[in-house]
């Protein structure tokens, strides 16, 4: 009836695969007693197509169906064990699982960590696995009747006394687990049931085994934080001494020092840049991942044994101070980059405003050299017009003469006298047009 129903609706092409992502990575449902080991490796965002084949190879061996291509996660009955794999953004985990108690040692205890679940998959394939070693993690996961460990076990099993303990999931079940790694190369995690459902049991363990994987992932920023904390430092207190010289004498001297600042200004800018594009990535992920370990550890509800410390208690003391030298590194390049940004601008715009008043002291200078030449021409063109008059005078004089002498009886000094005026008249007109002439043809 509602298959019908919904016939002829326009469905999106993402609907289905939208809503099965909520239950793409289950819970297994766990029954103690139980052993597992856990692997993750960090591969990058790519590879998955290799893990893949390298996985159904493994199915091969033990004649079990491969995961589809298009798998992120797969789990599988192998015979030996039970694996679980699941692929993340940029790690990828193998977890392994058979359903048997620990070991019993000579003298009739419970050997507990001897003889693991790894053992028992194939070395060679194990070997071939792509991506880095990250974590890699025992867990017992012992029923409600096993033995409670005392405090000398405990020390022996963790290799020491500095290992956290907690009853949690209200009290259903205890844990004692080290966060360290032992000389067999793996981490240890003891889980007792007190109360567990089936889905509880698989829901905490994958808890555990994230919490080391998000702890490890987190931790990876933290060498970056102590490797470039130092050379930020120093890249400030350049900045500081660059903005803090004092100006140089005469103003064109200032200019030049103001570009040096500028160009030194821009290689510390570009220094800042490829450190951020070294670390941005990393410091948004352990950002992510410092987040992901407090909400997993949020989720455990943790009751505290007395004499033990928490798993909260235990990040308090030194995942929480990496992650905040993390953060405070990432803020500090921040900041760096933005002072860098603003000093760059501020001394561009100081570096025009002495320009422009270069430029308008120039242009001063230009117009009272202008003014200068105006007069002088002024001046060629009074000096100009007597000379032209005073030769034009001249040859009006001998203009004269030469009359008086063919017979004409003319008065040659009045003539001459009275050309004066008239001729400097006519030049001086004559100048001001082809003055005005050349003025409109350069306008």
């Known amino acids: 009836m509602t298959v019908e129903a919904l016939k002829g609706l326009n469905e999106h092409p993402l609907?289905?695969?939208?809503?099965?992502?909520?239950?793409?990575?289950?819970?297994?449902?766990?029954?103690?007693?139980?052993?597992?080991?856990?692997?993750?490796?960090?591969?990058?965002e790519v590879g998955r197509e290799e893990e893949l084949a390298h996985l159904s190879l493994l199915c091969s061996t033990f004649k079990v169906a491969p995961p589809p291509e298009d798998a992120r996660f797969f789990y599988a009955d192998l015979g030996p064990f039970r694996l679980r794999w699941e692929r993340h953004t940029e790690h990828t985990t193998y977890t392994f699982f058979v359903h048997e108690r620990a070991p019993t040692a000579p003298d009739g205890s419970v050997d507990r960590f001897r003889s693991p679940v790894i053992e028992r998959v194939p070395a060679d394939w194990l070997g071939k696995?792509?991506?880095?070693?990250?974590?890699?993690?025992?867990?017992?996961?012992?029923?409600?009747?096993?033995?409670?460990?005392?405090?000398?076990?405990?020390?022996?099993?963790?290799?020491?006394?500095?290992?956290?303990?907690?009853?949690?999931?209200?009290?259903?079940?205890?844990?004692?687990?080290?966060?360290a790694i032992a000389p067999d190369g793996f981490g240890r995690t003891l889980v007792q049931?007190?109360?567990?459902?089936?889905?509880?049991?698989g829901r905490l363990i994958q808890r555990l085994c994230e919490i080391e994987n998000y702890r490890m992932l987190a931790l990876l920023?933290?060498?970056?934080?102590?490797?470039?904390?130092?050379?930020?430092?120093?890249?400030?207190?350049?900045?500081?001494?660059?903005?803090?010289?004092?100006?140089?004498?005469?103003?064109?001297?200032?200019?030049?020092?103001?570009?040096?600042?500028?160009?030194?200004?821009?290689?510390?800018?570009?220094?800042?840049?490829?450190?951020?594009a070294l670390t941005s990535y990393r410091?948004?992920?352990?950002?992510?991942?410092?987040?992901?370990?407090?909400?997993?550890?949020?989720?455990?509800?943790?009751?505290?044994?007395?004499?033990?410390?928490?798993?909260?208690?235990?990040?308090?003391?030194?995942h929480a101070p990496a992650m905040r030298t993390c953060e405070a590194v990432a803020a500090r390049l921040e900041d760096l980059t933005r002072r860098l940004t603003q000093a760059g601008q501020l001394l561009?715009?100081?570096?025009?405003?002495?320009?422009?008043?270069?430029?308008?002291?120039?242009?001063?200078?230009?117009?009272?050299?202008?003014?200068?030449?105006?007069?002088?021409q002024q001046t060629v063109e009074g000096l100009s017009v007597a000379a032209i008059t005073y030769y034009g005078v001249s040859l009006v004089n001998y203009l004269a003469k030469a009359?008086?002498?063919?017979?004409?009886?003319?008065?040659?000094?009045?003539?001459?006298?009275?050309?004066?005026?008239?001729?400097?008249?006519?030049?001086?007109?004559?100048?001001?047009?082809?003055?005005?002439?050349?003025?409109?043809?350069?306008?």
């Open 348 to 376: 561009r715009t100081r570096v025009e405003v002495k320009l422009e008043a270069q430029n308008q002291s120039l242009l001063e200078s230009m117009d009272r050299r202008a003014k200068l030449q105006l007069r002088l």
């Open 221 to 276: 920023g933290f060498p970056l934080a102590r490797e470039w904390g130092g050379e930020l430092t120093r890249y400030g207190a350049m900045l500081a001494t660059l903005m803090t010289q004092p100006p140089s004498d005469p103003e064109s001297a200032a200019v030049e020092s103001d570009r040096a600042v500028l160009n030194e200004l821009s290689r510390l800018a570009s220094e800042a840049e490829r450190i951020a």
């Open 283 to 318: 410091f948004s992920a352990t950002k992510a991942y410092g987040a992901l370990v407090q909400r997993r550890i949020g989720e455990l509800r943790e009751e505290r044994i007395e004499g033990y410390q928490t798993f909260q208690e235990f990040f308090e003391r030194r």
């Open 129 to 179: 696995i792509t991506g880095e070693l990250l974590v890699a993690q025992h867990f017992e996961f012992e029923p409600s009747d096993a033995p409670e460990p005392s405090a000398e076990e405990l020390v022996r099993l963790m290799g020491g006394e500095n290992f956290a303990a907690s009853l949690v999931s209200g009290g259903t079940a205890r844990v004692w687990t080290n966060f």
């Open 193 to 201: 049931d007190r109360a567990m459902r089936p889905r509880q049991a």
């Open 403 to 443: 009359v008086n002498s063919g017979g004409w009886s003319i008065p040659v000094d009045l003539v001459t006298g009275l050309s004066i005026p008239v001729l400097a008249f006519l030049i001086w007109m004559g100048v001001r047009r082809v003055h005005k002439t050349l003025v409109q043809n350069d306008g």
């Open 15 to 44: 609907r289905r695969e939208l809503s099965s992502e909520i239950h793409a990575r289950p819970f297994i449902a766990l029954q103690p007693p139980e052993r597992v080991s856990h692997l993750a490796f960090l591969t990058g």
